[in-house]
């Protein structure tokens, strides 16, 4: 039988210094003190904080980048047209 608890178990999986990026949920890493971060993975770019040192938490998407990477994607599907 495994003693361990599971926030304890949960606890050993955790990893500080990166998130899910909440597009594509792959964990990425910013660069210490970074303002923003672009996912390497899917593009999506966030607004990050940083509570305490080594310790980043998504605040939210940026807006206009993500908003012309949408409009982008939709002209392509509709073959260039607005």
């Known amino acids: 039988m495994n003693s361990e ?4 178990s949960v606890a050993k999986g955790r990893t500080y210094g ?5 597009n ?4 990425i890493s910013p660069p210490e003190g970074a303002k923003t971060y672009k996912c390497p993975h899917c593009n999506f770019e966030w ?3 940083w ?3 080594g310790f980043p938490r998504i605040r939210g998407p940026v ?3 993500n908003r012309r990477m ?5 002209a392509e599907k509709r073959g260039g047209k607005k």
């Open 18 to 22: 990166a998130f899910r990026c909440l």
């Open 24 to 27: 594509c949920f792959e964990r």
């Open 5 to 8: 608890t599971s926030s304890e």
């Open 51 to 53: 509570p305490l040192p």
């Open 70 to 74: 949408a409009e982008e994607q939709t």
């Open 47 to 49: 607004r990050v904080s």
């Open 63 to 65: 807006w206009e980048v």
